[in-house]
């Protein structure tokens, strides 16, 4: 039976009991971000499992195209794939395990006629159910079931969350011969001798992020029968790549290389890797997925790199894996037509990515070479992770191709140190101020070329999206045929519906999205007359010049953005209106999440005037005024009141943006149709930004309304807190502001009134050195300023001397010296003696003559810093003396 037979008589057995056959969903999964790819035919019923989406119907089989990346690095042996194709029933609370298993022992021995005494069953070992109807309905005896735990008979969930349940699974035995001779041989046993080929879960639970398990809504089935071995089984080949799913491939690569399959294993190895690699190439960029650096497009690049390189292996020079996707679309076009129909699109990219692997292959090899000399010769059994990040980052060879290179030769490599290499490298581009956002002078040499071969015509204002072909590239201030995924650069349009940034609106963001890549719109500048330079990253695949494309601009963004710019427009003339027309505009900033306005005026606005200013823009919004554009002569707009601003030029026609009678002003700007889409309109601040130049900041539609939100919980928690209508918060604040500075001076005057009582202790304990009058003491002040007064009033009382007090303020130690007037003209100097006894603090001081202030980080050192008060004065009076 061959493969389609296969795949038609499975569908119609289901159909026959009543089952909807469902569409393969994309390798791309729909709103499941847990998995890179669809691994299971189960993925597109989860949200009929769990409820949230009422299925089709009750019961549904599907024919599933899968993809699993743990086995990657195992193809090329006689078992392991990358894409396969999974065959499955479901019930959605319908029928349950007596169902399941019955109709997969018809499907199989009836339908399939495999021989009903090879076949070997597994159940959980907690499934008692399963266990008995095995034995007692479907015939089998105990000794060809066995019971296995979690690790066997327990499937799922597919990432860290979601539904699973417990699992029958079915064995077709190959013969003892495929065996490992032990007498408890049987499934679950790694030598080969039996083959899953069907699996029965047994859908009952969801499995939470904590690792609980709870019910689902109802019982499910899910079940997967691998198609490739079944076609193995019904086929009787020693390996699925022996089957018709593989072989056309096989064949059509081993005729152009002049072998056969089967003559070497280093020559089959090759073979299992390209006829499976290029099956799971060609479906994945059929379902949109192109080469790159992240997610599933590293997956794509890494299966397709790998492909090429076993292709050098067979003796491949050039490019040939993209006749091997036309094979792929012959064989599977009638199950999958989109394969047959994107054909030239899958192709291209395929050509391209070879292409550019192939151009450092070579020297990627030598390079490698040269480190497994290195690394033997030094008797090592690591290849350094930098010489692994060397081999990714300058000749595009994925870590894993690498590994299995090191393999080769017994050999690993340091993926930590990879790693780590890869962290600086991602580290140095963060610090590199991330996307391009403007054009350096080697950017505005080639972008003049297109000014004259190429000019971009603005159409964003009749379209959000467009088609338009790429008519120029550039990387690095140097015009390029390509731009490839992982990089950036300049793309020039044939048209564009991006707003280039003008007039104080910032550039447009967005996509640009081809068939053979996707890009990030970062930015949209004109850097010279006539030329919208569009700075993209490459998110996947690559885009050339030449390539037709969809410009998409981020419309949201887009809405915001038209708010704030009509809005400016209204809160200039609200200015002229409230403050006078000499309230010019002299700067502005339209961004999507604020308005920015500067305008001449001499003196703050003032709190009442921006309230009727706020008022005034607030009313016009109101009235839902159309705003128009029209395209006239600069006289003819002027002539009919409109405004031009100060120092922009201008040329013969101009576009005139009016809102009634109210506004009326020259601008290229993108706007709303009306003044009510413009929502809500706050004003934030009002600052000076030079002389005569005030700004205005101002939200509009949702930021608004989310400022105007934070307002209203403020307000009603003051309003709960102080126990006040809002009307009388204001005033009430101010009271608490009045009391509140009241007692902090009460409080002040307590503190010095406390500290002075240490006055009386300080004066008893003076000292003398060399007829100067010491007065020093650690004492107890709550702030410095507590602390200057308490000198003070020392210093009124001793008459002639010196002053030095110490205290731990806050948990830091202070340092105060005061000297007597009289003594300053001695040589006695506050600031040095600070200075010098500071150290013992871990800090330092200085000052004036009179008084010096210090202090530093350790306060327990303050009693020594006052002990040497007397040794550092005599040193000034002797260096005095002699001097």
Same mark, same amino acid.
């Given at each position: ?11 119609e057995?289901?159909?026959e009991?009543e089952?909807r056959?469902?569409?393969s969903?994309?390798l791309v999964p729909l ?8 691994t299971?035919?189960?993925q597109?019923m ?11 119907a009750p019961?549904?089989?599907s024919i599933?195209?899968?993809f699993r990346?743990?086995?990657?690095d ?7 794939l ?8 479901f019930s959605?609370g319908d029928?349950?395990k007596?169902?399941?298993i019955s109709?997969a022992?018809?499907l199989s ?5 495999i021989?009903?005494d090879r076949?070997?069953i ?6 008692e159910f399963?266990?008995d109807?095995w034995?007692?309905?479907i015939g ?6 066995r ?5 066997d ?10 539904p699973?349940?417990?699992?029958s699974e079915?064995?077709y035995?190959?013969?003892a011969q495929y065996?490992?001779?032990?007498d ?8 080969g ?5 069907w699996?029965?879960?047994f ?5 939470e992020?904590?690792?609980?398990q709870r019910?689902?809504p ?8 691998g198609?490739e071995r ?5 086929q009787?080949t020693?390996?699925?790549f ?12 081993s005729d ?5 399959y089967?003559?070497r ?10 006829s499976d690699?290029?099956?799971a190439v ?7 997925v192109f ?5 599933r ?7 397709l790199r790998r ?5 050098r292996?067979?003796?491949f020079?050039?490019p040939?894996?993209?006749s ?6 012959e064989s599977?076009g ?9 054909l030239?699109?899958?192709?291209k990219?395929i ?7 192939n ?8 390079r490698f070479?040269?480190v497994?000399?290195?690394v033997?010769?030094r008797?090592e059994t690591?290849?350094?992770g930098e ?5 990714y980052?300058?000749y595009g060879?994925p ?7 090191a393999?080769?030769?017994e050999?690993t490599v340091?993926?930590?140190?990879f ?14 101020a991330?996307?391009i956002?403007s054009?350096?002078?080697g950017?505005?040499?080639?972008l003049?070329r297109?000014?004259?071969?190429s ?5 964003g204002?009749e379209s959000?999206?467009v088609e338009?072909?790429?008519?120029g590239?550039?990387r690095d201030?140097t015009?390029?045929?390509s731009?490839?995924?992982g ?8 048209k564009t519906?991006?707003?280039a940034?003008?007039?104080g609106?910032?550039g447009?963001?967005?996509t640009i999205s081809?068939?053979?890549g ?7 500048q004109?850097p010279?007359p006539d030329?919208?330079a569009?700075f993209?990253?490459?998110?996947d695949?690559f ?15 887009r809405r915001?953005i038209?708010?704030?710019?009509? !809005?400016?427009?209204?809160l ?5 209106t %409230?403050l &006078? @027309?000499?309230? #010019? =505009?002299?700067g502005?900033?339209v ?5 920015r306005?500067d ?5 703050p606005v003032?709190?009442?005037r ?11 919004i109101?009235r839902n005024t159309?705003?128009?554009a029209?395209?006239t002569?600069?006289?003819e707009a002027?002539?009919r ?5 100060f120092g922009e030029?201008?040329?013969?026609d101009?576009?005139?943006i009016?809102i009634?009678?109210y ?7 993108t706007?709303?149709?009306s003044t009510?889409?413009?929502g ?15 700004r205005i900041?101002a939200?509009?539609?949702e !930021? ?5 939100s934070e307002?209203?919980? %403020?307000? &009603? @928690?003051?309003? #709960? =807190?102080?126990h ?5 918060l204001?005033d009430q604040?101010r009271?608490l502001?009045r009391?509140i ?6 409080l002040?005057?307590?503190?010095v009134d406390m500290?002075s ?6 004066l008893a304990n ?6 100067v009058?010491v007065?020093?003491?650690?004492v107890?002040a ?6 200057l ?5 020392c210093?009124d009382?001793?008459?002639s001397?010196v002053?030095v007090l ?11 010296a ?8 001695r040589g006695?100097h506050?600031?040095d003696?600070?200075s010098?006894i500071a150290?013992?603090?871990g ?9 010096a202030q ?11 810093a ?13 260096e005095k003396a002699s001097?």
């Amino acid at each position: 039976m061959n493969s389609e037979q296969i795949r038609e008589r499975f569908v119609e057995f289901f159909r026959e009991r009543e089952h909807r056959h469902m569409p393969s969903s994309s390798l791309v999964p729909l709103n499941d971000p847990t998995v890179l790819l669809t691994t299971a035919g189960m993925q597109q019923m989860t949200p009929y499992f769990l409820g949230l989406e009422p299925a089709p119907a009750p019961r549904m089989t599907s024919i599933q195209k899968c993809f699993r990346t743990v086995d990657i690095d195992e193809v090329g042996d006689e078992s392991h794939l990358t894409f396969f194709e999974m065959l499955g029933n479901f019930s959605v609370g319908d029928y349950f395990k007596s169902d399941a298993i019955s109709w997969a022992w018809e499907l199989s021995t009836r339908d399939f006629q495999i021989p009903p005494d090879r076949v070997h069953i597994t159940v959980h070992n907690d499934d008692e159910f399963s266990w008995d109807y095995w034995q007692s309905e479907i015939g089998i005896p105990a000794g060809r079931i066995r019971k296995l735990g979690d690790e066997d008979n327990w499937w799922g969930p597919v990432g860290d969350t979601g539904p699973n349940g417990p699992d029958s699974e079915m064995f077709y035995d190959r013969g003892a011969q495929y065996g490992c001779g032990e007498d408890d041989c049987g499934p679950g046993c790694n030598c080969g001798r039996f083959l899953e080929f069907w699996n029965l879960v047994f859908m009952e639970f969801f499995k939470e992020a904590d690792g609980t398990q709870r019910p689902l809504p109802s019982k499910n089935i899910d079940t997967g029968m691998g198609l490739e071995r079944m076609a193995s089984i019904l086929q009787g080949t020693e390996t699925v790549f022996e089957t018709d799913l593989y072989m056309p491939i096989i064949d059509f690569v081993s005729d152009r290389i002049g072998a056969r399959y089967g003559e070497r294993d280093e020559t089959d190895v090759s073979l299992r890797v390209i006829s499976d690699h290029a099956r799971a190439v060609t479906f994945l960029i059929s379902d949109g997925v192109f080469p790159g650096n992240e997610g599933r497009s590293y997956v794509l690049r890494r299966v397709l790199r790998r492909a090429v390189r076993h292709g050098r292996l067979l003796g491949f020079e050039g490019p040939f894996l993209s006749s091997l996707a036309g094979r792929v679309a012959e064989s599977f076009g009638s199950q999958y037509p989109d394969l047959s129909s994107q054909l030239s699109r899958i192709q291209k990219v395929i050509d391209h990515e070879e292409a550019h692997f192939n151009q450092t292959l070579a020297s990627g090899i030598e390079r490698f070479d040269e480190v497994l000399g290195r690394v033997q010769a030094r008797d090592e059994t690591t290849i350094p992770g930098e010489e692994v990040f060397r081999l990714y980052d300058t000749y595009g060879f994925p870590l894993e191709l690498t590994e299995e290179l090191a393999r080769d030769h017994e050999l690993t490599v340091d993926r930590d140190g990879f790693n780590q290499a890869m962290e600086r490298q991602r580290a140095t581009s963060r610090a590199g101020a991330g996307h391009i956002t403007s054009a350096g002078s080697g950017e505005l040499d080639a972008l003049r070329r297109y000014a004259t071969d190429s000019p971009t015509p603005f159409v964003g204002y009749e379209s959000e999206e467009v088609e338009t072909d790429v008519v120029g590239l550039l990387r690095d201030g140097t015009p390029v045929e390509s731009l490839q995924a992982g990089g950036n650069g300049i793309v020039v349009l044939q048209k564009t519906p991006f707003y280039a940034e003008s007039g104080g609106q910032v550039g447009d963001t967005g996509t640009i999205s081809a068939d053979t890549g996707n890009l990030s719109v970062t930015d949209t500048q004109r850097p010279i007359p006539d030329v919208t330079a569009h700075f993209v990253e490459v998110n996947d695949g690559f885009i050339e010049i030449g390539t037709p494309v969809r410009a998409a601009v981020d419309a949201e963004r887009r809405r915001r953005i038209r708010r704030n710019h009509t !809005a400016t427009h209204l809160l200039h003339a609200a200015l002229r209106t %409230t403050l &006078g @027309e000499h309230a #010019q =505009q002299a700067g502005s900033l339209v961004a999507p999440d604020r308005l920015r306005f500067d305008f001449t005026n001499l003196e703050p606005v003032g709190p009442e005037r921006l309230r009727q200013i706020q008022e005034v823009v607030s009313h016009e919004i109101l009235r839902n005024t159309a705003v128009t554009a029209d395209l006239t002569t600069y006289q003819e707009a002027i002539s009919r009141g409109a405004i031009a601003l100060f120092g922009e030029k201008y040329g013969d026609d101009v576009r005139m943006i009016s809102i009634d009678e109210y506004s009326r002003e020259l601008c290229g700007g993108t706007h709303v149709n009306s003044t009510g889409e413009i929502g809500p309109f706050v004003i934030t601040e009002e600052t000076s930004v030079a002389s005569g130049v005030r700004r205005i900041e101002a939200l509009t539609g949702e !930021a608004a309304i989310a400022y105007l939100s934070e307002i209203q919980f %403020t307000i &009603g @928690e003051l309003e #709960q =807190q102080l126990h006040v209508p809002a009307e009388q918060l204001t005033d009430q604040i101010r009271t608490l502001h009045r009391r509140i500075r009241d007692l902090e001076q009460q409080l002040e005057r307590m503190r010095v009134d406390m500290a002075s009582g240490q006055v009386d202790e300080i004066l008893a304990n003076t000292s003398d050195a060399d007829g100067v009058t010491v007065a020093s003491a650690v004492v107890e002040a709550q702030s410095r300023d507590v602390l200057l007064q308490l000198a003070d009033r020392c210093r009124d009382r001793i008459g002639s001397g010196v002053i030095v007090l110490g205290a731990d303020i806050e948990g830091r130690p202070a340092l105060l010296a005061v000297v007597t007037k009289d003594l300053t003209s001695r040589g006695l100097h506050a600031g040095d003696l600070i200075s010098e006894i500071a150290e013992h603090v871990g800090g330092r001081g200085g000052g004036k003559p009179e008084m010096a202030q210090g202090g530093g980080t350790d306060s327990s050192g303050l009693q020594t810093a006052i002990d040497r008060v007397h040794d550092a004065l005599r040193r000034q009076l002797t260096e005095k003396a002699s001097s």
